[in-house]
């Protein structure tokens, strides 16, 4: 056997020792002692306990339905988008390699740019928490304006909702019934909280909607 004829035999043979990543439809090559997982589900797997998580959108996917269909978009209803959202549910994407607010970017072709940086995208539907980039739906407003808009839509997050909450509504309701029976020094000591803000309770400066 010619040298030419040994190393074809060995290229077949290792073609067809070469196995093939296990999750359906990969494809991939197998990664050395990978659970029978190719680098990229492997990878997966390390980080997330399992590998069928998705591997995300294609290169390219994000910034297509952007500019053809989210920018296009004629409807009255809610266009809801389907990639990434910030931890407040909004949507979010990534260009010129910094993440950027998929509402901001609509609101500023649909409406010019912001009056200020302080005016914000506001949602007039009420869903932006929910994905909306409906461009129909989108206006600058100032934080209060906006604010104003959440209390009307009931999406203001207040007391208990609030991610930096430490008091429940009934230690609230606590707080304000032993007025007089504790200084505010004591009560902010059993709430671990501040005399600041129990001051704050009492007075009806903060958590006004609990009676």
Not at 16 to 33: E, T
Not at 86 to 91: H, I, Q, R, T
Request: with cysteine; charged share 25%; proline share 4%.
């Amino acid at each position: 056997m010619t040298r030419s004829d040994q190393a074809n035999t060995d290229e077949v043979s290792r073609m067809a020792d070469l196995r093939l990543c296990s999750i359906p439809d990969c494809g991939k090559p197998l990664k050395v002692k990978s659970r029978g997982l190719c680098n990229s589900h492997y990878l997966l797997f390390r980080r997330h306990g399992d590998a069928n998580v998705s591997l995300g959108p294609s290169k390219g996917t994000v910034p297509k339905f952007y500019s053809s269909s989210v920018l296009s978009f004629e409807g009255k209803e809610c266009l809801t988008w389907p990639f990434s959202r910030n931890a407040y549910g909004y949507a979010v994407m990534r260009k010129d390699g910094k993440t950027i607010s998929v509402s901001r970017s609509v609101c500023t072709h649909a409406r010019g740019a912001p009056p200020s940086p302080k005016h914000e995208a506001a949602h007039s539907c009420g869903k932006g928490h929910e994905g909306c980039v409906n461009k129909a739906h989108l206006s600058w407003k100032t934080h209060i304006g906006n604010a104003e808009d959440k209390n009307i839509h009931g999406t203001q997050p207040i007391g208990e909702r609030c991610h930096f909450s430490k008091l429940s509504e009934i230690q609230v309701s606590e707080i304000r019934s032993l007025k007089g029976v504790f200084t505010q020094l004591e009560l902010a000591r059993m709430y671990a909280t501040t005399v600041s803000n129990v001051s704050a309770i009492q007075l009806r400066k903060s958590w006004k909607h609990i009676q």
